[in-house]
Each structure stands twice: as structure tokens, then as C-alpha cells.
């Protein structure tokens, strides 16, 4: 199974989940060490045969890092929704009685 993402840290990831989902339909490609990832930036047809000559793993750092930026987005993004909401509770007479706003 060649993986053929986007060449970059988000690619890595989907990549990821992608080689998740196909182990689980074909346990045989995991215990074969049979999944590979093509690098490339264009679809020439020069670039795509480099490709082919110079398949890889899965970059599992670049994977961890985009994990872990998702992560903290989602925190972050929390954080600052309650801080918002709290300070128009403030600014807005009425707002407190209104229910969920959403």
C-alpha cells in the first residue's frame, strides 16, 4: 500500500489515519510492514516516478506534532470561549438570563 498525501505535517497525519483504517480492513499489511509513503510536490510525471523510486515510512514525529497542535487548539479554543462568554455576560444586561446562546 503506497500512501499518497499531501507533503507535509497534516498529510502525515491523515496518512496515519488512513494506514489505521486499512490495518483494521487487512491485518496482513501491518504484520507484512507493507505500507509506504510517497514524498512528492507536483504531478509531473518526473516528480511521480522520484516518488516511486524513493518510498518512505510514515513520518511518526510529524504525526505526534499535528496531534498534539490539534490538542492544543481544542484547549486553547476552550479557554477562550468561556473568557468571551463570561465577559459579555457582563457587558450585556439580560444576557445572564437568557439561556444558552449558541
Not at 505526534?64 to 481544542?74: G, I, N, T
Amino acid at each position: 500500500l503506497i500512501l499518497w498525501l499531501d507533503c507535509d505535517r497534516e498529510g502525515e497525519a491523515i496518512s496515519d489515519e488512513v494506514r489505521t483504517v486499512c490495518i483494521k480492513g487487512n491485518p496482513r499489511l501491518q504484520s507484512q510492514n507493507r505500507i509506504y509513503r510517497a514524498k512528492f510536490s507536483t504531478v509531473l510525471p518526473g516528480e511521480i516516478q522520484r516518488a516511486l523510486r524513493s518510498l518512505g515510512r510514515i513520518n511518526e514525529h510529524f504525526v505526534q506534532a499535528v496531534k498534539a497542535r490539534s490538542e492544543h487548539d481544542l484547549r486553547v479554543g476552550a479557554a477562550f470561549t468561556r473568557f468571551q462568554t463570561l465577559r459579555l455576560q457582563k457587558k450585556f444586561d439580560g444576557f445572564q438570563d437568557s439561556g444558552v446562546i449558541s
